[in-house]
Nanobody
Framework: QLQFVESGGGLVQPGGSLRLSCAAS????????IGWFRQAPGKGREGVIC????????NYADSVKGRFTISRDNAKNTVYLQMNSLKPEDTAVYYC??????????????WGQGTQVTVSS
């Protein structure tokens, strides 16, 4: 059963950085692309960035280009999202999910609790 636990969120000032973690349990994420998604208050969920099973990344949101990077450590069954130069508009709950391939369908359309990121002075 695909389950993820997101962590690492918090309150940060504009221009600051955070590193989010997405830990998989109950399965190996070696064979999947993993995407980060976010949902801001009053808005729908949007894709942020994805990493393929081979380690290549795909930006879903133009607004994060050059600021967010994604990486994976298959030995730890974990994917990371490094967020730099954070802006107030990055404020959202961040989720991760397995995809068959980046820009492809979700392996399972269910979501964990996510981790809250708040960018504010």
């Amino acid at each position: 059963q695909l389950q993820f636990v997101e962590s690492g969120g918090g309150l940060v000032q504009p221009g600051g950085s955070l590193r989010l973690s997405c830990a998989a349990s109950g399965f190996s994420l070696d064979y999947y692309a993993i995407g980060w998604f976010r949902q801001a208050p009053g808005k729908g969920r949007e894709g942020v960035i994805c990493i393929s099973n081979k380690g290549g990344s795909t930006n879903y949101a133009d607004s994060v280009k050059g600021r967010f990077t994604i990486s994976r450590d298959n030995a730890k069954n974990t994917v990371y999202l490094q967020m730099n130069s954070l802006k107030p508009e990055d404020t959202a709950v961040y989720y991760c999910a397995a995809q068959y391939y980046c820009s492809g369908p979700l392996v399972r359309d269910s979501w964990g609790q996510g981790t809250q990121v708040t960018v504010s002075s």
